[in-house]
Structure formats: structure tokens, C-alpha cells
């Protein structure tokens, strides 16, 4: 049971890290390019 939230806190602190700082670096990129 302690398995499973903290595999869910850690999957969804991740994907909200990577999510945000990719998607600007993208579009900023398409921008300067």
C-alpha cells in the first residue's frame, strides 16, 4: 500500500518536471529557429 502512492507521487513529480521544461524548450526553439 506504501508501494503504490509513493510510485504514483514519484511517476507524477517526474512527468510534471519533465513535462513543463520540455514544452518551453521546444517552443523556443521553433521560435529562434
Known amino acids: 500500500m506504501s508501494s503504490r502512492p509513493q510510485r504514483g ?3 507524477g513529480k517526474q512527468v510534471d518536471t519533465s513535462s513543463p521544461p520540455e514544452q518551453p524548450l521546444k517552443k ?3 521560435l529562434t529557429k
Request: glycine share 0%.
Open 9 to 11: 507521487v514519484a511517476k
Open 28 to 30: 523556443k526553439k521553433r
